[in-house]
């Protein structure tokens, strides 16, 4: 396990290093409880106290993915993402994976799920708990990663940082503006066949 965590600070140091000097990140734990160990800040330093942190055998990311949610909401800045790096077990969290899905859906964030279920075990995969982070990955427009460690997942925190700095906004008004709460599913094509798009896969008009 402090393997796992020695590359999963390693990671991290890469996507901050990676933002641009406008954006600001937030660092959370989620274990026995959904805790934020560093502020929202433009510095590219992980804070000591990230350094201690131990696993305890429990997970809560269900509820982590609904904290960031809400924590976001009151944020003013346009763009908004959750980065969850995890093996995608949940022990604990009260909320559901619908429910954190919803809550980051609600408030326009992309969550990008990096999947580290391969690093202490390789060539064994959690399938279940594996689909979960790729769940929430796609139905909010953001990206899965499964990665074995080492470069790789330092990689990956590069490639997630350089493509949160070229995003575009799409914006509609759907001609059916009843607020049912039903989901409205979205499709968004593009003509450039290297071109790959991804985007959330819909939205609710919430009940009157």
Same mark, same amino acid.
Not at 92 to 99: G, L, T
């Given at each position: 396990?402090? /393997?796992?965590?020695?590359?999963?600070?390693?990671?991290?140091?890469?996507?901050?290093? #990676?933002?641009?000097?406008?954006?600001?990140?937030?660092? @959370?734990?989620?274990?026995?409880?959904?805790?934020?160990? !560093?502020?929202? /800040?433009?510095?590219?330093?992980?804070?000591?106290?990230? @350094?201690?942190?131990?696993?305890? #055998?429990?997970?809560?990311?269900?509820?982590?993915?609904?904290?960031?949610?809400?924590?976001?909401?009151?944020?003013?800045?346009?763009?908004?993402?959750?980065?969850?790096?995890?093996?995608?077990?949940?022990?604990?969290?009260?909320?559901?994976?619908?429910?954190?899905?919803?809550?980051?859906?609600?408030?326009?964030?992309?969550? @990008?799920?990096?999947?580290?279920?391969?690093?202490?075990?390789?060539?064994?995969?959690?399938? !279940?708990?594996?689909?979960?982070?790729?769940?929430?990955?796609?139905?909010? #427009?953001?990206?899965?990663?499964?990665?074995?460690?080492?470069?790789?997942?330092?990689?990956?925190?590069?490639?997630?940082?350089?493509?949160? #700095? !070229?995003? @575009?906004?799409?914006?509609?008004?759907?001609?059916? !503006?009843?607020?049912?709460?039903?989901?409205?599913?979205?499709?968004?094509?593009?003509?450039?066949?290297?071109?790959?798009?991804?985007?959330?896969?819909?939205?609710?008009?919430?009940?009157?």
């Amino acid at each position: 396990m402090e /393997s796992r965590f020695s590359l999963a600070r390693s990671a991290a140091i890469r996507f901050l290093d #990676g933002l641009r000097d406008e954006d600001v990140a937030a660092v @959370y734990r989620f274990d026995s409880k959904v805790e934020r160990v !560093q502020q929202f /800040s433009g510095g590219r330093d992980l804070a000591p106290m990230v @350094y201690t942190i131990r696993a305890k #055998g429990m997970t809560t990311l269900n509820d982590a993915v609904v904290e960031a949610s809400n924590v976001l909401a009151t944020r003013t800045e346009a763009r908004k993402a959750i980065i969850i790096l995890s093996d995608g077990m949940d022990t604990s969290s009260k909320a559901s994976a619908s429910k954190a899905v919803e809550s980051a859906l609600t408030i326009g964030a992309s969550i @990008y799920a990096v999947d580290m279920s391969a690093i202490e075990t390789p060539g064994v995969a959690n399938r !279940q708990s594996a689909a979960s982070l790729k769940g929430f990955a796609e139905k909010t #427009g953001g990206r899965f990663v499964a990665t074995p460690g080492g470069p790789a997942l330092r990689d990956a925190f590069t490639g997630i940082a350089e493509e949160l #700095g !070229q995003q @575009y906004t799409i914006s509609f008004r759907p001609e059916n !503006q009843t607020r049912d709460g039903k989901w409205r599913t979205l499709e968004v094509k593009v003509n450039r066949e290297d071109a790959a798009v991804r985007t959330r896969k819909g939205y609710r008009l919430g009940k009157n």
